[in-house]
């Protein structure tokens, strides 16, 4: 455990403890409450060579949750793959305003995740909306794969439904809440991001286009004929865009509902509904 967080340190790695007890975790097939109860633990020859490869992978800047292959999110533990963003804590945020902005979670509500990923936000939705049907929509067949794996494993598989498709083109009916986290990053920045973000995670997933919009143009395009009388959209955004995304949505005669920040104080979300 020291030498693997003072390696990780010394390599600039953030979080190297959590890092650290995370990738020894793995490699001795225990949880923390294992490590701190039975530190004497050993690793065993298998489980060495193990936190060396790990280590090294991690030390290359591949994050924890990839070569974990998996990550945690609203409590719940996703799978990932290539083909999925690995969720992030900020998009959280996302999942608390959409449930706050409902009225009734015990209704049977129908809901629409756009660019489904992982499908942590719909999973995380529907674990707290027990009546609720939701569909997620990907282009990626290898996401949609992932995502109905994590349906099934987190106990709602028979309320989620997943189809290949660019955003909704290929939806005709309406939805009483609709969720995004789509693809912002202008593509001239995404060079710039971390490696464990610019090396990892699907560039499809990250690359907003010229100016980060292209999603938001395509998503909100669709929102008027997808949005129930009384329903509301949350979309994710990053932490300077809430006013051009703003401005698109109200080209669109949509009402912004309102604007939600992340734990660091940053705008994140925008909550959006049919002008009244």
Known sequence: MRRTRSALFAAGIDE??????????????TDAIGLATRPEMPLGHDGAALLRDHVRRRLAHEPVGRILGEREFWGLT???SPGTLEPRPDTETLVEAALAALRDRGAPLRILDLGTGS????VALLSELPEAQGVGSDRSHDALLTARGNAE???????AHFLAGDWAAALATRFDLIVSNPPYIPSSEIAGLAPEVSRHDPLAALDGGPDGLDAYRAIIGELPRLLAPRAVA???IGHHQAAAVGALAAGRGLALCRLAQDLGSRD?????SHAS
């Open 16 to 29: 190297a403890a959590l890092d650290a007890r995370r990738l020894v975790a793995l490699a001795t097939r």
């Open 78 to 80: 996703f799978r990932l």
């Open 119 to 122: 499908g942590c936000i719909l």
């Open 153 to 159: 494993r987190n106990g709602v598989g028979g309320r």
């Open 234 to 236: 949350a979309i994710e």
């Open 268 to 272: 994140r979300v925008l909550l959006l």
